[in-house]
């Protein structure tokens, strides 16, 4: 069998001609957008209920400065952290499109929080899962780096996130996930591999970006939002109080305040 085309010629120490400051740098005089920054700590809400929540509440206002083509970014304020959100960023090759420009744009730590469904069960959803590794099953990751079977979070990271969830009243576990592209393709078999390496949930997002934070050196967390069974039962993907965005918003804060960039902190003493 010949070498699939995502896995072959790849060049990993070489710069990509298409960039994403350009591509801002070109969206900004296209759309007459103003000079700014977005906010140092940023999160993408792939199911979109943590921002229409702050939306709902008047907490959240749209970030003038950020000139993506494809989403909007907004600002606000949790416990103290500033931080901006998009909504919506549902998939691997999506998130890492937003990922970089969003550190282009100002951001210096990006938070992921991803609804996913329950692989080995740990206790009833709702909870959350701190992804420390992420198993490779889509395509954008193999862009960043070489085939391997699992994408890491930075061990810095990990390490400052020891005991930062304690005390929340919905448990944070961690642990490792599946990334898959093909949602409707989560197979009896392809369940149980995932079972069988110890895996606790499925979700869309987090190898790519795990292998995007390695190949570019930056700063990201994944979380995923554990919420479901796939539907295999009835009164599935219940997420809680609010869709499960005032938890959500707890863990964000909790992974903000412990990853935060260390002058960032200075400066809030």
């Known amino acids: 069998m010949a070498t699939p085309p995502i ?4 060049r990993y120490l070489e710069e990509s001609l298409f960039s994403a400051e350009n591509l801002l740098r070109e969206a900004r005089r296209q759309k007459s957008t103003p000079k700014g920054s977005v ?6 809400d792939p199911d979109g209920d943590i921002l229409r929540a702050l939306l709902a509440e008047r907490r959240a206002e749209k970030n003038p400065a950020w000139a993506c083509y494809h989403t909007d970014l907004y600002d606000f304020e949790h416990a103290g ?25 100002g951001c210096e730590l990006l938070i992921s929080v991803t609804s996913s469904g329950q692989i080995t069960p740990t206790t009833p959803p709702p909870y959350f899962v701190l992804i420390d590794k992420a198993l ?25 996130l020891k005991g930062a969830f304690d005390g ?8 490792g996930t599946w990334t898959t ?15 069988g390496q110890g895996l606790l949930a499925v979700e869309m997002e987090a190898a790519a970006l795990y292998a995007f934070a390695a190949a570019k050196r930056k700063a990201v ?12 039962i009835d009164g599935d993907f219940e997420k809680g109080h609010a869709n499960g965005s005032r938890d959500a918003l707890n863990v964000i804060a909790a992974t ?4 935060a960039p260390r002058d960032a902190k200075a400066k809030r003493r």
């Open 221 to 232: 967390v994944c979380l995923a939002h554990v919420t479901n069974q796939m539907a295999r």
């Open 256 to 259: 903000a305040k412990a990853c």
């Open 81 to 105: 952290v500033r931080l901006g959100i998009i909504g919506c960023a549902v998939g691997a090759s999506f998130a890492v499109l937003l990922a970089e420009q969003l550190f282009v744009s």
């Open 181 to 195: 592209d093909a949602p409707f393709r989560e197979t009896a078999s392809a369940i149980k591999n995932s079972r």
């Open 136 to 160: 490779r099953d889509e395509g954008t990751s193999y862009h960043y780096l070489p085939p391997a079977e699992f994408s890491h979070i930075d061990r810095t990271l990990l390490k400052r």
């Open 39 to 44: 906010p140092r700590i940023c999160v993408l």
């Open 7 to 10: 896995l072959a010629k790849k």
């Open 168 to 175: 929340l009243p919905v448990p944070v576990y961690q642990g």
